[in-house]
């Protein structure tokens, strides 16, 4: 079983004394490692025999087998390694290093030898080796010491394939090697043996702590703004930032689309496409409601398809995923409104607010204004998704409660009276017989339903909550089953992959095996305007007068404010440096695009689009790598995101064509799609540190996780933190409930740090969050060496 390697602090010592007055050869050129003057000749070859004798080794196969291994060969020229040693399990470029320990009884002191070849190379018996040898230590000694023997053999394994240290490579001398024992020795930590089971084995840990530490390359920790690079290298620039985006992911262009040919973006394509055609049919429902049907479902597949195309194809952060959003929605209410109480055309109106917002955010875009969101921390990220991820949550819950109400459960239903349970239709006028006419349509006519069964509908309700909690709990269950220890590492990658896909898929075939009529999916299957009046293209004159023109300026202005915080906060979600994006960012970019994208569906009446945080987060998430060449029991590594285009311009792709496909999709239940979005708004609750501290309130103190934060700050400021957090949280929540939504995202910009909360304390915890996050080690940081006056950046908790 894979376990971490714990060593007697005696055999260190015994390995640097055998070290000391042992052979050394260092370079060595030649083919033969007993040279003359080594040792005596009569002892020469007795060593050279047993050196050149078969060896056992610990990692003998074994003859039986799981049934995951069945089927896999073994090495082919006979070795004794077991299959996990694979050239897919270990780099390139990696050496071997052989240790070699034992008695016999022709010596009477230990004969010890470290050799360093000049190149790796085969040495007959140990060509058996994967990787070819380059270091060999040799251990023989007299009997009855075979432990002893062991563990130095197992000390010197250890520091050979330390990541850190690097003695055995630039050592010069032998004191250059003991040095490099030494050196380990200095972070060498003793467990006192009265306090743990030695014959315990120590699980690897799922997160090795950064080697930065102990190599003492960063001595000062810089406080870094994680995904948030230099965006303004010249103030007097025209479109300086625009031309820095333009050239910083031109030269990957090509590689967002091959980089996209995984099998994994299949998985990430059907889920974010699920996810979005459920938003377009809930806001096209919702502005439809509010606008008396000048923009519907139609128009909101199609404005989706159109915006998250064209975006997902020019834009500087192809993994941000555009869709309509809350405050967009109360602003058309209120828009329309004005219109129809004012005698103004909603329409035209429209349009040229549209025109006016894409004006401003070319000038925002011009001047460089984005350079702003660098003052942008923790804070106001963590408030912001977390606060999406609630919206997503609770509606997710909402409209399942509200099957309850359509459709109730039958609690009056008695199975021994059946017989007695019947429902007629009763006509206004007594002599005319209805009771042939259905539910529906007696109902319509004017008549009244009489008898126990007439309120009795099926258990719809029951059947959509098994449905929705149902997919939400195995989509978990399966997204975790890449940690699980049954079949292999591709199948279990594999399963968590289209763990989505599987969830849905499993319910929706529970769901025609049942027969029940729960409310499915309903595309619209025609292409034409929602509202038959309505032509595609909008005319910018002739229904309103001259000044509606110039004064759609003012209420475009308030359009640019919301569309320039939602656009950019959730850029900067997205762009965060957990998760290791290597392609850049483009904030000017994509506001240039979004600029033009909202004057285009202006001119063909479709809605406006702005980043959507939830989905933009479960995209990253579906489209991360980890690594496949580890040892056996070593955790995969996050290696970063797949960053392409490929998989967004797909996904908007079909959801442009949903039209065509609505024979198919009308056999997926809304339920379903419910606990979809459940997920997205919990998973993405999953690695803020804002949801971690909330957790801490419920935990007593000796249960709490050993965060980085926790060990510097005082518990009590940190629950004062978070409930800072929490409280400017509610207030947004509140006014998100109100019409003052439409100001949301401006809302997040007065709030403050409150004078409760110490600098010092602050800048510790916020500095060890960005530095644990870099680097999975804590810093050691101190508020006065290491704090100036650039700090104060960091009470700057929201923009």
């Not at 251990?139 to 394994?157: C, D, F, M, V």
């Not at 099926?458 to 939400?472: E, K, N, R, V």
């Not at 006014?735 to 910009?749: G, H, N």
Request: hydrophobic fraction near 45%; include cysteine; charge should be positive.
């Amino acid at each position: 079983k894979p376990h971490v390697s714990t060593l007697s602090l005696h055999s260190l010592f015994e390995l640097r004394t055998c070290l000391q007055t042992g052979t050394v050869l260092l370079d060595l050129d030649g083919y033969s490692l007993i040279e003359e003057g080594m040792i005596t000749p009569d002892l020469r070859d007795k060593i050279t025999f047993v050196l050149l004798r078969k060896h056992r080794h610990q990692t003998k196969k074994p003859i039986h087998r799981s049934l995951v291994d069945i089927g896999k060969s073994g090495s082919s020229n006979g070795s004794e390694f077991p299959p996990v040693l694979q050239l897919t399990k270990i780099p390139r470029d990696a050496e071997a290093s052989n240790v070699l320990v034992g008695e016999v009884d022709f010596l009477t002191k230990p004969f010890v030898a470290f050799v360093r070849l000049a190149q790796a190379t085969t040495l007959g018996v140990y060509a058996a080796f994967v990787s070819l040898p380059r270091f060999l230590f040799v251990l023989l000694g007299p009997q009855g010491k075979a432990k002893s023997y062991n563990e130095i053999g197992r000390a010197i394994a250890t520091l050979m394939v330390d990541d850190v240290s690097s003695f055995q490579y630039v050592a010069r001398d032998r004191e250059d090697l003991i040095a490099g024992i030494d050196e380990f020795l200095d972070e060498v930590i003793v467990l006192p043996p009265g306090e743990w089971d030695p014959k315990i084995r120590i699980e690897p840990p799922k997160k090795v702590p950064s080697a930065d530490k102990r190599l003492n390359v960063f001595c000062n920790y810089v406080l870094l703004k994680s995904g948030k690079p230099a965006l303004r290298p010249n103030v007097s620039s025209f479109c300086g930032g625009l031309y820095l985006d333009i050239k910083r992911k031109l030269p990957w262009f090509l590689s967002d689309f091959y980089e996209g040919f995984h099998i994994q973006s299949i998985s990430a394509v059907l889920f974010i496409y699920l996810g979005c055609i459920t938003n377009a049919i809930t806001f096209g429902g919702l502005l439809g409601d509010a606008t008396d049907n000048y923009q519907g479902v139609m128009e909101s597949f199609l404005g989706t398809a159109l915006a998250g195309s064209v975006f997902c194809m020019f834009g500087g952060q192809p993994l941000i995923i555009l869709s309509s959003t809350g405050p967009i929605l109360i602003f058309e209410k209120l828009l329309y409104e004005f219109s129809k109480k004012n005698g103004i055309d909603y329409m035209e109106l429209r349009l040229w607010i549209g025109i006016h917002s894409c004006l401003q955010c070319f000038l925002l875009v011009a001047t460089d204004a984005s350079y702003i969101i660098k003052y942008m921390t923790r804070f106001t990220e963590e408030g912001f998704s977390s606060l999406i991820s609630f919206i997503f949550i609770s509606d997710a819950i909402k409209k399942m409660v509200g099957s309850f109400k359509y459709y109730p459960i039958n609690t009056d239903f008695k199975p021994d009276d059946v017989t007695t349970y019947k429902c007629e239709c009763v006509a206004p006028d007594p002599t005319v017989d209805w009771s042939q006419l259905s539910k529906k349509d007696c109902l319509r006519y004017g008549g009244s339903l009489v008898g126990k069964s007439c309120k009795y509908v099926p258990d719809l309700a029951l059947m959509s909550f098994i449905l929705f909690f149902g997919t939400y709990s195995m989509t978990v269950t399966l997204k975790k089953f890449k940690f699980s220890r049954y079949f292999p590492t591709k199948l279990r990658k594999l399963i968590s992959d289209f763990s989505i896909f599987m969830s849905i898929m499993t319910f929706v075939g529970l769901d025609m095996l049942m027969g029940l009529k729960t409310p499915k999916l309903i595309v619209p299957t025609e292409f034409k305007p929602t509202r038959p009046d309505r032509g595609w293209i909008v005319l910018p004159f002739d229904k309103n007068p001259w000044w509606v023109y110039v004064g759609s300026a003012v209420p475009a202005l308030l359009v640019t404010i919301l569309i320039f915080m939602d656009q950019q906060i959730s850029a900067v979600i997205v762009n965060r440096k957990e998760n290791k994006l290597k392609k850049g960012c483009g904030y000017h970019l994509d506001l240039l695009w979004v600029g033009v994208l909202m004057a285009v569906c202006s001119f063909v009446g479709l809605p406006w689009y702005v980043a959507a945080t939830v989905i933009s987060i479960a995209h990253i998430d579906s489209l991360k790598m980890e690594s496949e060449s580890s040892a056996p029991g070593e955790q995969p590594q996050f290696l970063g995101v797949r960053e392409q285009r490929l998989t967004g311009l797909l996904v908007f792709i079909l959801t442009g064509v949903s039209i065509f496909l609505a024979p198919i999709l009308k056999y997926i239940p809304m339920p379903v799609l419910y606990g979809v979005f459940l997920y997205m708004g919990v998973a993405s609750l999953s690695g803020i540190q804002f949801w971690d501290r909330i957790k801490l309130y419920m935990m007593p103190s000796k249960h709490q996780p050993d965060f980085a934060y926790l060990r510097h700050v005082p518990l009590r400021r940190v629950h004062l933190f978070t409930l800072v957090q929490v409280t400017c949280l509610a207030v947004l929540w509140i006014l998100k409930s109100t019409f003052l939504a439409i100001i949301f995202p401006v809302m997040v910009k007065p709030a403050l740090p409150s004078a409760a909360l110490s600098p010092r304390d602050l800048i510790q915890q916020e500095t060890f969050d960005q530095e644990m996050s870099r680097t999975g080690v804590s810093p050691d940081l101190s508020y006065e060496e290491n704090c100036t006056e650039s700090c104060s950046l960091i009470f700057r908790f929201i923009i």
